[in-house]
């Protein structure tokens, strides 16, 4: 299991597998965190709803399994010889990158808005899902908003830092091009959303090829960190707003 690493010199190429530590952290970002969310959702989405005490625990496991894989990842990887520069953390261009951060980060959350209001009043077994979905993990009130925002943040620096960090530079080390880089970290991001079904997943490929391509444009995670957080904290502060409307609406119905 694991893929080689490529070594070329003077015409000649010689292959080295993958370390063990580095494919069991791939074998868990693509087949646990898939397998884990999906029987998760699917055991929230049986019950008629969540409780607020089921919401914040919710976030709390979530992120401290986030910081677990991070650190585990990060620990494996700085032994194994990858520094800062590899996972995208070397000091950059620095209006260069603040303003990819802003308005990247700004561009990104005004689509989201829209995309949740365009959610809100569709139609179809997707959108069913999607506010389904809004209705059990989406915070209700100001006290569970607070553990959201974490939750938020938490996922735009753990996930960036796993995909387009870690994965991304030990595919690369591996010899993988930077176009195989580039798509397989954006199909193990997609994967990691199963739980939102298919449409779920292609958004968040898509989502992860952009992520990906801020990584590659300004050679920083710092824009798809800030990007990442900024549509998940507009989900949780917006989302409410026009998807909880509907189920309203329904229930009246």
Same mark, same amino acid.
């Given at each position: 299991?694991?893929? &080689? &690493? +490529? ?16 494919? +069991? ?45 991070? +650190? ?7 032994? &194994? ?30 689509? /989201?808005?829209?995309? +949740? &209001? ?17 209705? /059990? ?55 990691? /959303? ?33 990007? /990442? ?25």
């Amino acid at each position: 299991m694991g893929g &080689r &690493r +490529l070594h070329c010199r003077r015409g000649k190429c010689s292959y080295r597998l993958m370390p063990w530590d580095f494919c +069991l952290i791939f074998l868990f970002l693509g087949v646990v965190v898939p397998w884990r969310g999906s029987i998760r959702m699917k055991r929230l989405l049986a019950k008629p709803g969540t409780s607020s005490r089921e919401r914040i625990s919710l976030y709390g496991s979530t992120m401290v399994m986030q910081w677990a894989i991070t +650190l585990f990842a990060g620990w494996r990887a700085t032994a &194994r010889g990858l520094t800062a520069r590899d996972f995208g953390f070397e000091r950059g261009e620095f209006i260069e990158i603040l303003s990819a951060c802003l308005l990247g980060g700004l561009a990104l959350g005004a689509l /989201h808005w829209g995309n +949740l &209001r365009r959610v809100a009043r569709a139609g179809g077994a997707g959108a069913e899902r999607m506010r389904s979905i809004a209705k /059990h993990i989406l915070p209700q009130s100001g006290v569970e908003l607070l553990p959201y925002c974490g939750l938020a943040m938490t996922a735009g620096i753990c996930e960036e830092f796993l995909y387009r960090g870690f994965a991304y530079a030990a595919l690369t080390r591996a010899g993988a091009p930077i176009w195989l880089g580039f798509f397989a970290t954006s199909i193990l991001f997609g994967l990691a /959303h199963l739980y939102q079904g298919r449409g779920g997943v292609l958004g968040t490929t898509i989502l992860g090829l952009l992520f990906a391509g801020g990584r590659l444009l300004f050679g920083s995670l710092m824009p798809p960190i800030v990007w /990442h957080s900024v549509i998940d904290l507009v989900a949780g502060i917006v989302g409410p707003r026009y998807l909880f409307r509907t189920f309203k609406t329904v229930e009246r119905l």
